[in-house]
């Protein structure tokens, strides 16, 4: 193995290049972090479809028990159970706008990964960037586990466990444990632990930050361990049936068989589980006693347990569910913890939106009404009282707007306008409308979806590496 | 599946291009031999060990459930459900020699397949035509149902069901069902079905054909069919089994894992069987209720079915052995059919040597002694007395010496030193000889095997193709 150790710390040394005091060494956190053998348990799995383009590349790297989809190059980087998701980039031909110009993509996009160590990271849509159309960048840089890379051409920079990036350039940067930042972009910035952050430049920003101890107790972490608290256990006590759909991609014994053909086969469906039409369920999704109506999904990473989807539902990547009833078209932000139980269930009512990184663990039942925002963390129904805002509130906020540790300044108009249009937005992508006339989205596009899975070579020289490759359809 | 058809179409056009009167059209073979949904049930299988260097090139050519070792590119070709084993292919800096000069090998040689169909055949060894020490080619050529192409490059031919070519440059030529060729070259011949035929120029020549009502009782074919008759039948019962376990490379429900690292995971072994140390069994074996001792082998397309092989044995790609007992050092060749029952069984001595494509299907029991050559058609103890000479006194042949159908005409010391010289060979390259001090050969180097799965488009313009790939180690 000694290829792939020369490997990971020559991604060590390039973020550190990249990093400033007091934050200057990720050497600690990585080093140790996989035991040696775990990098050639499982395969990568790479996945075609009539409907992407598909292209991959991989040097000199590790992808153990990841999946991949869409055009992707990856080199001199280690991908330990990460996915990384290509079915948004943009086709030669599209056109992107910035300042009021249009400008026509040149190529197919890709996602480009260079001298990085993604760990149970989520890679997912497009660059927002508009000044790389056709690269989604991630470079010289470190994400932890179940860290979400949105959008968000990333360089130089540290992502905690749990962090989000979405739709952010970020670049020399330490974006901190469950924090979440849609910004624009990041330049030598250190967004602190547990900090929830959207900015729309001009228009408004939106910032709130859990307690320490709320988030110690619920994402524990110690450089060179895996995260721990109550999120992190709950995620690692499904982990090993996650695990062994991968594993079963090279010859172990299968689980029954998903109803839907976009449930993927690398997602988990167990128990009383009832899945409507135009669903999708992701790779690495997980799903238990759970009723996903038409038109709701689950993407990588999410945890459904005991749920009830009336319909055209978003559970954004990382997000948890367990014993909640949720009307239509509520939307549930990226690694969001919400935890109802049978005797405290969790009620939402339709059009609501959860913040990303949400928790809510309730002792008592909780009733979020319809067309609510809701953010923080919420125990019982005095907490919801400080962690919610009416939309209809919400949008007629101009100036600052303080509700328990949220800070909101700017127009309330503009950001629930912009949240509704892009919720639509997935929806649509999804697949979740395809009923009513719009055109194939992800559960569509992916009903004869083909997966190959390329071992890593277990002996000589190359041990732990995965071959080279390229493979295009 | 347009491509698909247009890729067979091509094929079919090159092979034709090199073929004359009155063989001249292997479309009525090809064209709609394998149902279109077939060439997307299974991937392709490419394996990775420490042992052998490994570039897989293929591009536009489909290659559903075959598998690849070593260093191999196809190009606009259909390699269905056929095995290349590039574990015997010339390293870059070994020598070969010819009159007396000994030439180094400037690159790994590589199977270079293009412009080709084959089907459910083996492709093995290296190319045995020192002009050509880096490449061994086959090109412009069809093989149908369980051919073996052993260490014969090959060009704008056409071989039918069961056919071996062995140590043989073949061009323009056309190799009759069942027959065997191991006769240096063919250039514009057509050996007729039936026909096993061996020539060491100068030295000596044997042939042996079958008649051909035997052949027709078992191996019956008809163009654009599979082969049927006694053996093909016989094998056509125990291809799902086979057929299985590359399925489950795809996550379909396994079976036992071989007992032993060096029993390929896509070999069937079933019911009472025992497998000795130093036992190879390639992938597209299948064993069962069969003792394999020490230092034995079954290659690709064996069946061993109630066999019990005291040690040493070779049973070289295709032989087929049921209710029989082999003494220590048999060798039995290619496609051969020794079918013993209970009532009749067929004892073969140490150190004997069944031709290829030997049958003996009995209706009494036969004894073989050791250190005898057999061949033909055997059905008991009469014929057997037609069918086999002493090695001995084969060595003292200097002329000709006939028997049966067999002729024998030049040196018989050289056709058995040869022959002893060449299982000699085998046994240490199958590692059947690793625990008397002798170096790993096949059953060691395979004990960290690793096989990735690339999976054919299902849908979309190439449906039906392989991706075009590039993978190394």
Redesign the interface.
């Known amino acids: 193995m000694e290829q792939l150790q020369r490997l990971i710390g020559h991604v060590i040394d390039r973020a550190n290049l990249h990093l400033k005091e007091p934050f200057t060494d990720v050497g600690p956190y990585v080093r140790e972090l996989i035991p040696l053998p775990s990098f050639?348990r499982q395969?990568a799995v790479?996945a075609?479809?009539?409907?992407h383009p598909?292209r991959y590349v991989i040097r000199e790297s590790n992808a153990a028990g990841s999946y991949f989809l869409g055009q992707c190059v990856v080199e001199r980087s280690v991908l330990f159970q990460t996915d990384v998701r290509g079915d948004e980039l943009k086709c030669k031909g599209d056109t992107v706008s910035c300042s009021g110009m249009k400008v026509p993509v040149q190529d197919h996009e890709v996602i480009h990964v260079r001298n990085s160590y993604l760990v149970n990271t989520l890679v997912h849509s497009n660059c927002h960037d508009p000044g790389s159309p056709e690269v989604f960048d991630i470079r010289d840089t470190i994400a932890m586990h179940y860290a979400n890379i949105h959008g968000s051409p990333i360089r130089g920079s540290y992502l905690g466990p749990f962090a989000t990036v979405d739709l952010t350039s970020v670049q020399d940067s330490v974006v901190g444990t469950f924090s979440y930042v849609q910004a624009g972009e990041l330049y030598r910035e250190r967004v602190e632990d547990g900090c929830v952050w959207v900015r729309a430049k001009d228009k408004f920003e939106c910032r709130y930050t859990f307690d320490r101890d709320v988030l110690e107790r619920y994402v524990r972490f110690k450089p060179g361990g895996e995260p721990g608290g109550i999120i992190g256990d709950f995620v690692a006590q499904r982990k090993s049936d996650i695990d062994a759909r991968f594993d079963?991609?090279?010859?172990?014994?299968?689980v029954p068989v998903p109803e839907r053909p976009s449930v993927s086969?690398f997602a988990v469906v167990k128990g009383n589980a009832r899945i409507g039409s135009d669903v999708l369920v992701a790779q690495r999704a997980y799903v238990e006693d759970t009723v996903m109506g038409d038109g709701s999904n689950a993407q990588e990473n999410c945890i459904l347990v005991g749920a009830n989807l009336e319909g055209r539902d978003v559970t954004a990547h990382g997000g948890k569910i367990v014993f909640a009833r949720l009307g239509k078209n509520v939307f549930v932000g990226f690694n969001s913890f919400l935890r109802g139980s049978s005797d405290h269930p969790l009620t939402i009512g339709e059009h609501s939106i959860v913040m990303p990184h949400t928790i809510a663990d309730l002792d008592e039942a909780v009733d979020i009404p319809p067309r609510h925002l809701v953010y923080g963390y919420i125990r019982n129904r005095a907490d919801l009282a400080a962690n919610t805002v009416s939309l209809d509130d919400l949008s007629r906020c101009d100036g600052e707007l303080k509700r328990g540790n949220l800070v909101f300044r700017g127009k309330g108009a503009a950001f629930v306008h912009g949240f509704e249009h892009r919720i639509e937005h997935i929806l649509e992508a999804n697949g979740a409308l395809f009923a009513s006339g719009h055109g194939m989205g992800h559960a569509q596009k992916n009903a004869?979806?083909?997966?190959?899975?390329?071992?890593?070579?277990?002996?000589?020289?190359?041990?732990g590496?995965h071959?080279?490759?390229?493979?295009?359809?």
Chains 1, 2 share one sequence.
């Open positions: 050639t395969g790479y075609f479809t009539g409907h598909a079963m991609a090279e010859g172990h014994p299968d086969r004869n979806i083909s997966h190959s899975v390329v071992r890593h070579i277990t002996e000589g020289a190359l041990q590496l071959p080279a490759m390229e493979l295009q359809a």
